[in-house]
């Protein structure tokens, strides 16, 4: 699998998501087989470039390559500029964020909002493109989207061939409608016909949460690549489960409580440096919820953890709880349902 010129590791994907797929995720993940993952969307308002978020957003030190950023906007211009500063900044690959639902994106009309305008979703890959995707130094432009607006407003083959022509050099489809947001399951026949109809490499996203869901999806679809975003949060082994049932059509053993334990404790130690004290403490919370998620007495647990009021107490806390959690292997309900 190639993105423009960086051969990929394999064709297994980490979704991009807004507060969850930082560096020492994303870093995690790759460690764990996933062979490409995409920044935190990065807004393209100038006034927003320098912003402790947008620079930690930004934040790739020590990251394996290929480094990939993607950028929300709805202005062409603005969008061309925040790719030209994110290559300055590192970038290696451009990701045109066109398939988030939340509100705040849709009410300025960026993200999956702009489906509902196709003349601008022309401007935008167009600008973007010729800002860094052509020339000697070529930096790849990929373009994420969704089905379309809503159910009765599937346009994703028409946005295909305008990404294709444009010169977008990967296409990722989330197999829902803006208006389905993550509601009931996504749907993979609009991807099967996006991928009949463009040349451009295209991947799959949407409920691939297993390793049976990633072959049948990548069979049916006939995709080149898969994505998966809210299956790895806590469970970020996903990938070398998926990757190895890809390669010899068996399935790993369940991770044992003591490997979790360890690949938890490297993620939170990486998590607080990455943002000190104060506010690692604060985002370290939700990732030892989904780690802890379907374990015996989870939930008592993470309203004790949440008192917690430095980052040694709470790693302390995670630990303890870990080390009962090892008395009662039996009851570890989330690797056998997961």
Avoid at 81 to 90: E, H, I, Q
Avoid at 107 to 114: D, M, R, T, Y
Avoid at 167 to 186: C, K, N, V, W
Avoid at 304 to 317: E, F, R, V, Y
Wanted: aromatic letters at 6%; a neutral charge.
């Amino acid at each position: 699998m190639q993105i423009g010129h960086h051969k990929l590791a394999n064709a297994l994907f980490v979704a991009p998501m807004a507060g969850v797929t930082d560096r020492p995720f994303r870093q995690l993940c790759k460690k764990l087989g996933a062979g490409y993952a995409v920044s935190e969307m990065i807004a393209s308002n100038a006034i927003l470039w320098n912003s402790e978020k947008t620079q930690r957003r930004a934040n790739h030190t020590g990251e394996f390559k290929p480094i990939a950023v993607q950028i929300a906007g709805a202005d062409p211009d603005m969008m061309a500029a925040a790719a030209k500063l994110n290559v300055d900044r590192g970038a290696q690959i451009i990701d045109i964020n066109m398939g988030c639902p939340a509100k705040k994106v849709c009410n300025v009309a960026a993200g999956s909002a702009l489906l509902k305008d196709q003349p601008l979703v022309q401007q935008i890959v167009e600008a973007v493109v010729n800002a860094v995707g052509v020339g000697p130094d070529a930096v790849p432009v990929t373009l994420k989207i969704r089905t379309g607006w809503d159910r009765e407003h599937k346009n994703a083959l028409s946005i295909a061939k305008i990404a294709q022509e444009a010169g977008i050099s990967m296409l990722t489809i989330h197999g829902r409608t803006r208006a389905d947001l993550y509601h009931g399951e996504a749907e993979y026949d609009t991807i099967a016909a996006v991928k009949e109809s463009v040349r451009i490499p295209v991947v799959a996203n949407g409920d691939i949460n297993t390793p049976e869901k990633a072959k049948w999806v990548l069979t049916y679809t006939g995709v080149d690549a898969l994505m998966i975003g809210r299956a790895a949060q806590g469970r970020p082994w996903i990938f070398r489960e998926v990757d190895h049932y890809l390669l010899t059509g068996n399935k790993l053993p369940n991770p044992q409580i003591a490997e979790i334990q360890a690949i938890m404790n490297e993620h939170l130690l990486d998590h607080y440096a990455f943002y000190g004290e104060y506010t690692g403490l604060r985002t370290a919370r939700k990732h030892i919820g989904w780690y802890c998620k379907g374990l015996r007495n989870s939930h008592s647990f993470r309203h004790l953890m949440n008192t917690a009021d430095d980052c040694k107490t709470q790693l302390q806390m995670v630990n303890d709880y870990f080390d009962e959690m090892k008395l009662h292997s039996d009851q570890l309900l989330f690797l056998e349902a997961a």
